[in-house]
């Protein structure tokens, strides 16, 4: 599968450094924390996935993270839908780290429980969307109140 756009770049130095109760990649140019709330619900919404599944899901989701320069932060869920904490490189394309984590994920755990769950749906485990929304350290209030308060000597 193509992961162009899923990888940071060659050749580029990363640290990283600890501010607050936040991990900051520290790159050549640039100090990023990007991590997004993740939400993937199975096909149909069934309820397919007990915790043996589960266990092997959350075990699949952060190998192939890591595949892509990417961490699980946070990872749980119910039986038709997971939940994850996603910290991803600047250089990510979001729709394509989704993308190769929801086939990838299904691939292994089709492989390892079989298909007989979905009928005529054989290969699929995932519904074709998913929810993003991208979290950080501080509140939309807070960040607001900060810029609101640039320029001024208070």
């Known amino acids: 599968m193509d992961t ?29 924390h990007l991590t997004v709330h993740v939400v993937l619900c199975t096909k149909f919404r069934k309820k397919i996935l007990t915790p043996t599944i589960s266990k092997s899901l959350y075990t699949a989701i952060t190998e192939i993270a890591k595949e892509l320069q990417c961490s699980i932060l946070e990872i749980n869920g119910e039986s038709d839908h997971i939940h994850f904490l996603l910290s991803y490189p600047p250089t990510a394309q979001l729709a394509k780290l989704v993308s190769i984590l929801k086939a990838k994920s299904a691939q292994i755990i089709l492989n390892i429980y079989g298909s007989q769950f979905w009928g005529n749906h054989a290969r699929t485990l995932w519904s074709s969307g998913y929810f993003l929304c991208s ?12 810029i609101e308060n640039q320029g001024t000597d208070s």
């Open 135 to 146: 979290v950080g350290g501080a509140t939309l209030e807070i960040l607001k109140r900060y």
């Open 4 to 32: 162009d756009g899923c990888l940071p770049q060659k050749g580029f130095q990363m640290t990283t450094k600890r501010i607050g109760n936040l991990d900051f990649e520290c790159r050549s140019h640039c100090v990023v």
